[in-house]
């Protein structure tokens, strides 16, 4: 199982990224994704969660209504799409699967991440 993340930069308060995570060595398309993010000095947190269909979504509250998951089933991705971003968004950010909504994985394995800086 691999997960490579990719996607992060340097960006002002206000502005936008989208991030994008190829996953391989499991049956992509029967996985729920998930993105999570471990900001300086703390611990790692779910961030959004996307069904193997692509149709329901999830989200942290602390993102809920600037954050869009999405994802491609035929290339094995998941796009994470971050708008308004604020200071509080600097982390490393990652994905993982798992078969659940829920914001459990199960897969031990991650991705190096990628990492965003949200500042002016």
């Known amino acids: 199982v691999q997960f490579v993340e990719s996607g992060g930069d340097l960006v002002q308060p206000g502005g936008s990224l989208r991030l994008s995570c190829a996953a391989s060595?499991?049956?992509?398309?029967?996985?729920?994704l998930k993105w999570y993010r471990q900001g300086p000095g703390k611990e790692r947190e779910a961030v959004a969660v996307i069904d193997s269909g692509g149709i329901y979504t999830k989200y942290a509250d602390s993102v809920k209504g600037r954050f869009t998951i999405s994802r491609d089933n035929a290339k094995n991705t998941v796009v994470l799409q971050m708008n308004s971003l604020s200071p509080e968004d600097t982390a490393v950010y990652y994905c993982?699967?798992?078969?659940?909504?829920?914001?459990?994985?199960?897969?031990?394995?991650w991705g190096q991440g990628t990492q965003v800086t949200v500042s002016s």
């Open positions: 060595g499991f049956i992509f398309s029967i996985y729920a």
């Open positions: 993982n699967a798992g078969r659940s909504m829920s914001w459990g994985v199960d897969f031990g394995s």
